[in-house]
């Protein structure tokens, strides 16, 4: 049985979003779905809990853009790889696949799509890095900018 009929059958739920990631960076789902809280350490931005190392500066940037941020990973292992995953806004779902093709034309990411919660599509944007390997802030500082990209020229 394909892992992914497996992971709805055992676990009653769509993929969830670290699963996701691992997933668009290694072209294949890891044995075990990845739990979605970790014990890393977080902190509070605008009252939700992200990433302790994500910067103020890239969390205002990638909640302006005209996308809905649905989930952030800073990156922590390499099982636990840095990603952004996103939701077209209402009314342009019908994008999203050129937003995806847009992405996987930028260097340094990797893209996939899939349909998640409210049964509406979402973007996975992947690299295999951490904290505190050579790229990891460029790759950050960079992103917003790609999507931004990516959705302008899909939506134009």
């Given at each position: ?65 005209n996308v809905e941020i649905r989930s952030t990973d800073e990156g922590k ?26 992405l996987k034309k930028e260097k340094d990411l990797h893209v996939s799509s ?43």
């Amino acid at each position: 049985m394909e892992l992914k009929k497996r992971y709805r059958n055992n676990f009653g739920r769509k993929i969830n979003a670290p699963t996701m990631a691992y997933k668009t960076v290694y072209g294949h789902y890891p044995d075990e779905p990845l739990r979605g809280r970790t014990e890393y350490p977080k902190k509070i931005w605008r009252g939700i809990d992200v990433d302790k190392n994500l910067k103020e500066e890239w969390l205002e940037r990638l909640n302006s853009l005209n996308v809905e941020i649905r989930s952030t990973d800073e990156g922590k292992s390499n099982e636990r790889v840095a990603f952004v995953i996103f939701r077209m806004p209402k009314g342009k779902d019908k994008f999203y696949k050129n937003v995806e093709e847009n992405l996987k034309k930028e260097k340094d990411l990797h893209v996939s799509s899939d349909i998640g919660m409210g049964n509406r599509p979402r973007i996975c944007v992947a690299k295999d890095i951490k904290v505190g390997d050579a790229g990891w802030e460029k790759w950050w500082n960079s992103l917003p900018e790609k999507i931004e990209r990516a959705y302008n020229k899909a939506i134009n």
